[in-house]
């Protein structure tokens, strides 16, 4: 008779970026993030006024993204995770990296252009994205250029939405299933399930990571940047150049240069 698998089942929260980083860095191609830089060089060409090439990237993770940036910018990377600058530094010896959170972040330095690229949706309400997009601004010099993206806003949500993810090659060992779901839709806030499927011998393990995130209206982001003094444009989440239509927004923001 053959013999069932044992499968070990772990629920946990937000362990990404520190227990489970290994499998995420192992699922993530490093030319994925060549579009994404080419995005922001033509962006910061066409948007920008300031003069200088200081770039501010908070919630920097791996560092991947400055592998193609840094021949263009004088980059400063923060992040929350101590896991994920230990990789950056190591990937980047000639990058600044510093631990900080887009919450509290206070760097006597004001830059030409700021990124916060697939993050602020750790924000819960409309008063924490509102500090933290102030936060941002507040390291941004006049002509500079702030560029965010959200994977989901109301206007875009797929309640029940599920992909399945694995890294490229034969028998990688793990699969990555993604869930996302909305209990109350009067509130910010959706659920975001990451279920890693890992082969272990003859067993499995399946690891369940929740993080809850924020989920907000477009146009009281667009109210808050302009509260903030910043001119704003969106732009498609495919790189294209494209206006949004109907993936995440990219929005690109502009000080005023007096």
């Given amino acids: 008779m053959p013999v069932r698998p044992r499968i070990r089942v772990r629920v ?8 489970l980083w290994r499998l995420y860095d192992a699922l993530v ?12 060089i033509d962006t910061v060409r066409r948007h920008k006024t300031a003069p200088g090439n200081k770039l501010l990237d908070v919630g920097c ?7 193609y940036l840094k021949s263009a910018f004088r980059i400063t990377g923060v ?9 950056a530094r190591k990937r980047n010896p000639d990058v600044t ?3 900080g959170d887009v919450q509290s972040l206070r760097l006597r330095e004001r830059y030409d252009v700021v990124t916060a690229l697939d993050m602020l949706e750790y924000c819960l309400d409309y008063p924490s994205l509102e500090r933290a997009l102030a936060n941002l601004a507040r390291h941004l010099r006049p002509g500079g250029v702030l560029i965010f993206w959200m994977d989901v806003v109301k206007e875009n949500f797929r309640q029940d939405r599920a992909d399945v993810l ?34 272990e011998g003859r067993g499995l393990r399946v690891e369940v990571d929740d993080h809850t995130m924020g989920l907000f209206e477009l146009k009281r982001v667009q109210d808050i940047l302009a509260r903030l003094g910043l001119a704003v444009s969106l732009f498609e989440l495919d790189f294209s150049g494209e206006p949004f239509t109907e993936l995440g927004p990219i929005f690109v923001c502009q000080r005023p240069a007096s």
């Fill in 166 to 199: 694995a890294p490229p090659g034969e028998a990688p060992g793990f699969a990555l299933f993604e869930y996302s779901y909305d209990p109350d839709p009067t509130d910010t806030v959706f659920q975001f399930v990451m279920l890693w499927v890992l082969r």
């Fill in 61 to 67: 993770g791996f560092g991947n993204l400055h592998l």
């Fill in 29 to 40: 191609q490093r030319e994925e993030y060549e579009p994404e830089a080419a995005f922001i």
């Fill in 12 to 19: 946990r929260e937000q362990v990404l970026y520190d227990k």
């Fill in 79 to 87: 992040d929350a995770s101590p896991t994920m600058l230990r990789v």
């Fill in 97 to 99: 990296y510093r631990r």
